[in-house]
Nanobody, 124 residues
Framework: QVQLVESGGALVQAGGSLRLSCAAS????????MGWFRQDPGKEREFVTSISWSGAVVYYADSVKGGFTISRDNAKNTVYLQMNGLKPEDTALYYC?????????????????WGQGTQVTVSP
């Protein structure tokens, strides 16, 4: 089993930056694809970004390209999401997820493990 714990969410003004972290425990996630998703109440969970186990392959949703950067430190079993130029529409609960390689990185149901989420709120 893998346990994921997100941190770093906060209230920030538009244009500001945040860095989210996702710490894994229970077993190594070094060979897992890691992803970040977000969800607003009443809406479906939305893909934000993903990173392959080696860090060589990353994907971003069009809505966050150029502003968000995903990275990972396998030695620390941790994944990061640097968010710059935040907008009010980025407000959501952000989830970290781990999935076995070879599955669709953008599909939430293809991930095996999920954290509880960390709230990001961007004020105008």
């Amino acid at each position: 089993q893998v346990q994921l714990v997100e941190s770093g969410g906060a209230l920030v003004q538009a244009g500001g930056s945040l860095r989210l972290s996702c710490a894994a425990s229970g077993r190594t996630v070094s060979f897992y694809t890691m992803g970040w998703f977000r969800q607003d109440p009443g809406k479906e969970r939305e893909f934000v970004t993903s990173i392959s186990w080696s860090g060589a392959v990353v994907y971003y949703a069009d809505s966050v390209k150029g502003g968000f950067t995903i990275s990972r430190d396998n030695a620390k079993n941790t994944v990061y999401l640097q968010m710059n130029g935040l907008k009010p529409e980025d407000t959501a609960l952000y989830y970290c997820a781990a999935g076995r390689a070879g599955r669709s990185e953008r599909v939430a149901t293809d991930y095996d493990y999920w954290g509880q989420g960390t709230q990001v709120t961007v004020s105008p």
